[in-house]
T-cell receptor, first 111, second 117 residues
Framework: DAKTTQPTSMDCAEGRAANLPCNHS???????VYWYRQIHSQGPQYIIH???NNETNEMASLIITEDRKSSTLILPHATLRDTAVYYC????????????FGAGTQVVVTP | NAGVTQTPKFRVLKTGQSMTLLCAQD?????MYWYRQDPGMGLRLIHY???????AKGEVPDGYNVSRLKKQNFLLGLESAAPSQTSVYFC????????????????FGPGTRLTVL
């Protein structure tokens, strides 16, 4: 199973873009990259996922490098409510959904 | 839609007591999961179900049992609680993978905080 490496923590100023890196150098060709976040004391929340193309939705953008060995989650205009632990997950290639959560990145958005 | 709901929200047990955590989803999802999260750590999969009447073990199944008698409900049981089972328990659900690709999205409940004394 491909594993991911993320920084332990990062700070971001409110209103600025937050760029969250993730390394997944052993990713396989049919494995997707998922991002979830967990606001304190709440259940994890899906943000975005992608295979090899860049993706964007109402919450964030996902940039995956051409060799797929790393990706970046971009929160375009961070707000205080974006303070959370962000998990980068590479999907295990079973026939059903199984997410392996690592320690994630603690993002703190400051005024 | 309520999404994924969990009951109870909090519970305190004494060692050796038993209890059942209930997870319900109203999205008609086939797959359901139980995770536990210990302080400062990521989630770990306890058991999962790929459909009504089916269950399977996850990463940390010891000390837990599950049942999926109805599609919308997934029960997690602790027969004899131990202090090591003090944790926050999250339930999640997802739909079937589409067209052979692995693109399901999991929806999580708010969690149950369990303390075993």
């Amino acid at each position: 199973d491909a594993k991911t490496t993320q920084p332990t923590s990062m700070d971001c100023a409110e209103g600025r873009a937050a760029n969250l890196p993730c390394n997944h150098s052993t990713i396989s060709g049919n494995e997707y990259v998922y991002w979830y976040r967990q606001i304190h004391s709440q259940g994890p929340q899906y943000i975005i996922h992608g295979l090899k193309n860049n993706e964007t939705n109402e919450m964030a953008s996902l940039i995956i490098t051409e060799d797929r060995k790393s990706s970046t989650l971009i929160l375009p205009h961070a707000t205080l409510r974006d303070t959370a632990v962000y998990y980068c997950i590479v999907r295990v290639t079973d026939s059903w959904g199984k997410l392996q959560f690592g320690a994630g990145t603690q993002v703190v958005v400051t005024p | 839609n309520a999404g994924v709901t969990q009951t109870p929200k909090f519970r305190v047990l004494k060692t050796g007591q038993s209890m059942t955590l209930l997870c319900a989803q109203d999205m008609n999802h086939e797959y359901m999961y139980w995770y536990r999260q210990d302080p400062g750590m990521g989630l770990r999969l306890i058991h999962y179900s790929v459909g009504e009447g089916t269950t399977a073990k996850g990463e940390v199944p010891d000390g837990y049992n599950v049942s999926r008698l109805k599609k919308q409900n997934f029960l997690l049981g602790l027969e004899s609680a131990a202090p090591s089972q003090t944790s926050v328990y999250f339930c999640a659900s997802s739909d079937q993978p589409l067209g052979g690709t692995y693109t399901d999205t999991q929806y999580f409940g708010p969690g149950t905080r369990l303390t075993v004394l």
